[in-house]
């Protein structure tokens, strides 16, 4: 038998304890019994990054929670072009975050070990994003739609736009300009699994129908690993991405290599 009506869960947690929250987030395990709970948005909870952590964890701009509630309400922050009050608001992979009071322009990318970098971009590159198409419908009013990893619909779309595709999206309008083909050849980046970040040419698909189809990866240093087709963001066409990508340009090193050059430097 169930509980007590009074003793069930009404409607979706509230909290997160900082054992719980996610590791990419790289919160210390000391600091404290809780960690901000993003608030339902266009990224899932385990796969985003709240405002408050950009703004304490990363950027320093503040020491506690309630310094990262005033930022937010004095309207500091703005995330795709709109100001986001919420402190808990979830930022994601390819998302712009604007802080016009210090001139600071970020792009959320990975690093090679699948960890968010806040990439510093310029002021023309932080008028657009590429948005990974994850699926292309008919709605009931015969309009066709597109929807987004980040919870866009964009309506009317080219024709040509697939699912996997990547489409360029001028983030003061939300209008699509460019598409980039999920197409062998294309430049990819992984944004899930093992090998999330690392980046390279799609080399093969296998399709596997009624599970999951594989994609092979090669870096620009020749290495090739797999991945699942539902990891894979198409970041531009040949070797010309159309984002400028972190430090290590998404090539992973063993940590051999990792240990050899912090040697070279003289950090060991």
């Known amino acids: 038998m169930c509980g007590h009506p009074s003793t069930r ?31 339902a948005g266009p990224h899932k909870q385990r ?8 703004l ?30 919420d402190q808990n608001f979830p ?23 699948g960890r968010f ?3 510093r971009i310029s002021k023309e590159e932080a008028e657009y994003k590429l948005c ?17 990893h980040d919870g866009r619909t964009i309506r009317y779309p080219d024709p040509d736009v697939k699912v996997n595709d990547t489409v360029k999206v001028n983030i003061a309008t939300g209008k699509m300009s460019d598409i980039y083909k999920f197409e062998l050849g294309a430049m990819v980046m992984v944004t899930k699994g093992h090998n999330g970040g690392r980046v390279g040419t799609l080399e093969h ?21 797999a991945t699942r ?16 990508l972190p430090k290590g340009r998404g090539i992973k090193k063993t940590i051999i290599q990792e240990r050899a050059e912090a040697e070279a430097r003289g950090d060991l």
């Open 117 to 119: 970098v806040l990439h």
């Open 132 to 148: 990974r198409v994850q699926k292309v419908y008919m709605t009931s009013r015969k309009v066709p739609v597109a929807v987004t």
């Open 91 to 113: 930022a994601g992979f390819m998302d712009v975050i604007e802080l016009e009071k210090s001139g600071d322009r970020f792009r959320l990318l990975y690093d090679t070990k």
């Open 47 to 54: 796969e985003c990054l709240p405002v408050s952590i950009i």
């Open 229 to 244: 087709l539902t990891n894979i963001f198409v970041i531009g066409s040949g070797d010309h991405p159309q984002v400028t």
């Open 9 to 39: 869960p009404r409607g979706p947690k509230k909290h997160l304890k900082r054992l719980n929250a996610p590791r990419h987030w790289n919160l210390g395990k000391m600091g404290g019994v809780w960690a901000p709970k993003p608030s």
């Open 205 to 225: 698909v296998e399709k596997h129908d009624g599970s999951f189809s594989i994609v092979t990866v090669k870096d620009r240093k020749g290495n090739t690993f």
């Open 56 to 85: 304490r964890e990363r950027l320093k701009y503040a020491l506690t929670g309630k310094e990262c509630m005033q930022i937010c309400m004095e309207r500091c922050v703005k995330i795709d072009g709109k100001v986001r009050t």
